[in-house]
């Protein structure tokens, strides 16, 4: 079978048609998506430099194609591409909105994207060398922010399924996440972060001195599980955790396990701008949930509304901005294999 155009278009290696080779396993096809642009273009770079060691660690076994995004959700359509052409792997080469986007990907229509090949048994499966400005889904794992590591990482190929997190909307395309969903004051922190990136993880204290201008907490309206509406008074916060931190490293839903199959909601309410100053360590750590006005509950789907219908409350979604409630967060549990 010829070899699909996302493997061809960057892979320069000539191919080996040695009889030893034509006897050998498999090679794997791995993808590798970055974002030339990422962190300031600091992703580009290090990119650059990285790619020797990989190219003498992955290349006996594997075929390596690189693929660049040149704007918003170009990552999306360069991993549906390769999940359809038969990729063993799509690696998200950033921070975590490029993450974003290569799970995006994996996803079309409110089903998962699927290999041509029908006959073939092997599933795509998602990899991240972490490169960008945050890095917050793999410090649920514990991994360090060293691409070297990572790469070990893909060389074993061990993996484990994982859920993933689907938004719906009124009338709008189903969105999905890895790692955190955020709702008012840290989704409106978050929108205006994504402005600062150039300063790196001090994004994060602009964002949320600018998400402060203005802020009221507002009344939300609640649905767990299907069950019946709930109201929380004066929400500053509502932050719902496939994974645990956000934000640079915020452990914000500290028992949250992208293996679990759920999710882990934590509400913060009535708090004020000095509560965040005097509290924010906790924060931190992950010892907020035994803060007055903080709570949790594990939930397998939530829907969330503005009691007033202003339409102002922002939305988003391992960073990424969405747009205002009302919202539905459901989760799909082992929906994605993960090299780990």
């Known amino acids: 079978m010829a070899k699909p155009s996302v493997f061809r278009a960057e892979h320069s290696m000539a191919p080996d048609v040695s009889p030893d080779r034509l006897t050998s396993p498999r090679r794997r096809d791995l993808v590798f998506i970055v974002n030339p642009l990422g962190a ?3 992703t580009g770079k290090e990119w650059k430099k990285l790619l020797p060691y990989l190219r003498s660690r992955l290349d006996t076994d ?9 704007g918003p959700s170009h990552a999306i359509d360069i991993t549906r591409e390769a999940i359809r052409e038969g990729a063993d792997a799509v690696i998200a080469v950033g921070g975590d909105g490029t993450l974003h986007e290569v799970v995006n990907g994996f996803f079309w229509a409110g089903r998962p994207v699927t290999n041509h090949d029908r006959e073939s048994a092997n599933s795509t499966a998602l990899g991240l060398i972490p490169l960008g400005t945050g890095s917050d889904f793999a410090r649920t794992f514990g991994w360090k922010n060293d691409p070297h590591e990572a790469i ?8 484990s399924r994982i859920d993933v997190g689907v938004i719906s909307g009124e009338g709008g395309e189903a969105h999905y996440f890895i790692n955190v969903a955020d709702i008012h004051l840290s989704a409106k922190a978050g929108y205006y972060a994504s402005r600062y990136k ?7 204290v602009i964002g949320a001195l600018q998400g402060f201008k203005g802020h009221k907490n507002q009344n939300l309206k609640v649905k767990v599980n299907e069950g019946e509406w709930e109201e929380y008074s004066q929400v500053t916060a509502l932050c719902i955790g496939n994974a645990k931190y956000f934000g640079g490293g915020m452990k914000i839903t500290p028992n949250a396990d992208p293996r679990s199959g759920n999710f882990e909601v934590v509400i913060l309410q009535d708090f004020k701008w000095y509560d965040f100053i005097v509290k924010l360590h906790k924060l931190y750590n992950g010892t907020h949930l035994s803060v007055k006005n903080v709570t949790s509950r594990s939930v397998h789907s939530i829907e969330v509304e503005d009691v007033s219908g202003s339409g102002s409350i922002f939305v988003q979604s391992d ?3 969405l747009g205002l409630l009302p919202r539905k967060f459901s989760i799909l549990p082992a929906a994605i294999e993960l090299i780990c």
Do not use: D, M, P, V
């Open 40 to 42: 300031n273009g600091k």
């Open 62 to 70: 594997c075929n390596i194609c690189e693929s660049f995004t040149s």
């Open 152 to 159: 070990e990482r893909l060389a074993k190929g061990i993996r």
């Open 198 to 204: 150039k300063f790196g993880n001090l994004c994060y």
């Open 319 to 321: 960073g990424e901005h």
